[in-house]
């Protein structure tokens, strides 16, 4: 990134980027003022930012309700895709780094058109295809529909992160009789920690809190996830809870912080080495 040399320049970046920080921290700071504020501050006008008589009371209405079992689903669903599309995704991303083919370009660029397709579209045809399998109300719906529009941006990441290693360590493997599977798997995961980090939390991330699919191919509270739960639980015809379910959502960041601040660095090491060739 260039920087302005003159001081007026300089500013006006430090101004952008103070309202683009305001711009992102407002709704995490409302959604925490809603969550410690009773329901009878919650509509009250003009609004306040600091509860008058902060409470847990919305803390203890999501916990005893159906959260556990939302906040298990998302846990189970995340985790299957993020292993289905890492793995999936990264056979195919190194294929197409080592092998390459005629076509292979075309092939990626409409791995990259197909992140344009309309969800509603994707979801349709889906349904149909669980519904003729019997995959409806399952964990296998679900973990294939988000593998399904995960797996695009995992392969683009994977396959430039694995275009700038050095190919010399797998020739020697080769030399030894390691075939492309066993390379893959005893040498090329390894050194591609960091692509493979970064590709998970974002599959994790983007499996954790996906809505739409939850709401369609769920039908029971016992398989939903956590997004699909909470407009059904929180949100109803004539009452909308806004306190326990800012409270829900302020409990559902925290696996997503922790993974972010415990990866971190594989993390943005993935992202921008990924970003450098490809």
Excluded at 240 to 252: D, G, N, S
């Amino acid at each position: 990134m260039r920087y302005p040399r003159n001081v007026a320049g300089r500013i006006l970046l430090y101004v952008a980027i103070l309202f683009s920080l305001i711009a992102m921290l407002f709704p995490i700071g409302w959604m925490l003022s809603t969550a410690f504020k009773p329901a009878s501050e919650v509509f009250a006008f003009p609004p306040t930012w600091i509860p008058a008589n902060p409470t847990f009371e919305a803390f203890r209405g999501a916990i005893t309700g159906p959260l556990a079992r939302f906040f298990l689903n998302s846990f189970i669903v995340a985790a299957g895709t993020t292993l289905l599309a890492t793995f999936s995704g990264a056979l195919a991303a190194y294929a197409l780094s080592r092998f390459p083919f005629r076509g292979s370009q075309s092939l990626l660029l409409f791995f990259l058109a197909s992140l344009a397709f309309p969800l509603p579209l994707l979801m349709i045809s889906m349904y149909m295809m669980f519904a003729q399998l019997r995959l409806l109300n399952s964990f296998w719906a679900l973990i294939i529909g988000h593998t399904v529009i995960t797996l695009p941006i995992v392969v683009w990441l994977l396959k430039s992160f694995f275009d700038t290693l050095p190919r010399e360590v797998e020739e020697a493997a080769y030399i030894d009789g390691a075939g492309p599977f066993h390379t893959l798997i005893r040498i090329v995961f390894p050194m591609s920690r960091p692509g493979l980090a970064a590709s998970s939390i974002f599959i994790f991330v983007t499996s954790w809190n996906e809505f739409m699919f939850g709401l369609t191919f769920t039908s029971s509270n016992e398989l939903r996830p956590l997004p699909a739960g909470i407009s059904l639980v929180f949100l109803q015809e004539f009452q909308y809870r806004w306190p326990e379910m800012m409270a829900v959502a302020t409990i559902a960041t925290i696996p997503i912080l922790a993974l972010f601040l415990f990866f971190q660095r594989q993390f943005i090491q993935g992202l921008t080495v990924g970003a450098v060739k490809g």
